[in-house]
């Protein structure tokens, strides 16, 4: 078995996966979502502190396994510096510990394979990673082959529901709430543009229509806000479906999977779903629940290493809080 930490931003957990069967023994994770809710996005600090906390709490639970232990792996880049610290000093300590291999593990990765917690493996792939620190579309081949086709210059997909939710004073995470509240709005109301929509280029670029959204709530009042956030999602999702078509032009798409916080919104897995009809592509999702961070991701990557012997010594694991793939 493997046990393997996560705690890139502000969620604290740890699993144990079986490696033979590629099994979930067990997996608990402990969200701050609340703790920084009333700041409007995550403090790092806090979230450090509250890993502290929360990490050694579920360690405890995981102490029927040691004895099975042949590995330990830990999110180790990229994410927030002070908080990845945490669990990657908790894995070099429980390695030592036990005697067991280090596996250092990249949290993309991990939301790639959250399509295939106790499942096989089915690549090649074309990847859209939405989440709050990430937007990009990947051509993944297999663990060591994964390239990076179209990314965000600015902020994320989720980051910017995360932004506007901010905007209306409606807490953190922003998605959800966003989410939740444009279901009764009018999506055709406010016509924001869509991001680079005259641009050949095949990137993403969120920061203007944050702004755009930042003025027409100044202009409305809260009677708005289901209309603005709507609009807002449409357009946000458009340039998404906007710019994959665009990319579909050169490499058709034969089986495409939506990973990590941000694919749990419904109204994007609907408009990903009618972009794929014409190429009878195939659409993959990971469960809800493994959408947002999670420890069975890592743990699921983890056996993949394991097999290849990916290991890495006490001095060579360190955090990366900003490495790209
Ligand atoms: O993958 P994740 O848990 O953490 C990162 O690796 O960043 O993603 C969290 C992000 C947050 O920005 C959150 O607002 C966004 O995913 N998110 C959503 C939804 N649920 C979570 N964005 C849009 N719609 C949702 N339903
Ligand atoms: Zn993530």
Redesign the pocket.
């Known amino acids: 078995m493997i046990l393997s930490i996560e705690s890139?931003?502000?969620?604290s957990a740890i699993s144990i996966t079986e490696i033979k069967t590629k099994k979930l023994l067990f997996h608990k994770k402990i969200s701050q979502e609340l703790e920084h809710s009333v700041y409007g996005g995550v403090v790092p600090e806090l979230a450090a502190r509250l890993h502290a906390e929360a990490l050694p709490k579920i360690l405890q639970e995981c102490e029927p396994y040691f004895k099975d232990l042949k590995a330990v792996a830990v999110t180790s880049t990229p994410?927030l510096a002070v908080t990845l610290v945490e669990g990657v000093t908790m894995a070099k300590a429980i390695s030592v510990a036990l005697g067991i291999p280090l596996i250092g593990v990249n949290?993309?990765i991990g939301?790639i394979y959250s399509l295939f917690i106790e499942e096989e493996t089915l690549f090649p792939l074309t990847v859209l990673l939405?989440?709050?620190?990430?937007t990009q579309v990947m051509e993944v081949k297999s663990l060591t082959d994964i390239e990076t086709v179209a990314k965000s210059m600015d902020d994320?997909?989720?980051?910017s529901?995360?932004k506007v939710?901010k905007m209306m004073g409606l807490g953190?995470?922003?998605?959800?709430v966003?989410?939740e509240l444009a279901k009764d709005g009018d999506r055709k109301k406010f016509n924001f543009t869509i991001p680079l929509s005259q641009s050949p280029l095949i990137a993403f670029s969120y920061s203007g229509l944050k702004n755009a959204v930042r003025l027409a709530i100044e202009k409305s009042t809260k009677d708005d806000y289901k209309d603005i956030a709507a609009s807002f999602?449409h357009i946000a999702t458009a340039h998404l479906t906007q710019k994959l078509k665009k990319y579909f032009k050169t490499v058709k798409p034969k089986t495409f999977a939506i990973?990590?916080?941000?694919?749990?919104?419904?109204?994007?897995r609907s408009q990903i779903e009618e972009l794929l009809k014409p190429y009878g592509a195939k659409l993959l999702l990971s469960e809800l629940k493994y959408?947002?961070?999670?420890a069975a991701m890592i743990g699921r990557v983890a056996v993949e290493m394991y097999e290849k012997e990916m290991f890495s010594s006490l001095d060579e694991l360190d955090i990366a809080p900003r490495s790209q793939l």
């Open positions: 890139s931003c502000d969620d994410g949290h993309l939301h939405v989440s709050g620190g990430h994320s997909f989720g980051e529901f995360d939710a953190y995470p922003g998605g959800p966003i989410e999602e990973v990590g916080g941000a694919s749990a919104n419904l109204y994007l959408c947002s961070d999670n």
